[in-house]
């Protein structure tokens, strides 16, 4: 038996759904996760389409998803003109011939799907994503284990909250760095210094004795009365 080539690496990707419709086929628990998480993102709307609706023991958990204001809920099959002005597609119906029939119809459209029956047959799969914010880090398997992936999700968040400290406070600096007008070069060299910086590991600490000092020293005089601001109620 030949070995089986391995699959070309995924292409990793955070994506903005500002203004981008989505359509999700199939409203079982996978499609409503599906579409939970396309909501937390802020899409321009959302059609979600499925003949039979909701299964009676999550219809709660669905009724809720629907009200919001950016869904549009049909009671049918998937039509290709469904696609139209689609971004991007979730096929998530508990069919694996109806998954592949929409995934197709995608391929054909040059939209983005994901196939909940069969990844290889959509073009991306969804990774498994931990969060703290603004820290966002995405994980996946390659296919390989869904259940590996869910659990080191809960690892990163761990690693990631602290972490987030130290984001919130360099995108807090960072506008009003590039508003004194420096060079790139110097703007690029402060960057740098407070990333490689103990920082991180005094706020970790809640130690803001600490970093008002080295802010001091590190930042352009300009800014020494934002120093408070800047470290004030971080998470």
Known sequence: MRAQL???????????????????????????RKLSGLLACNPASVLVLDPAGPATESAPEAAELLRD????????????????????????????????RIAALCAVAGILCNSASNPDEGCFQVPAVARSTPLAAALSTGGASPALARRWKGELERWLEPRSRMATLMGRLRPLVLALGHDTGQNTGLFRKLAESPLQQWLEEHDHENCTRYLQAALPPALHANIAELLHDLP
């Not at 690496?9 to 199939?26: A, M």
């Not at 096929?91 to 694996?96: E, H, N, Q, Y």
């Open 69 to 100: 204001p950016r869904v549009h809920f049909e009671r049918r099959a998937c039509e290709t003109a469904d696609l139209n002005g689609c971004g991007l597609v979730f096929a998530a119906t508990g069919s694996a011939a109806e998954n592949s």
């Open 6 to 32: 391995p699959l070309a690496p995924l292409y990793p990707i955070f994506i903005s759904l500002s203004g981008i419709r989505c359509l999700v086929v199939g409203l079982g628990q996978v499609g409503q």
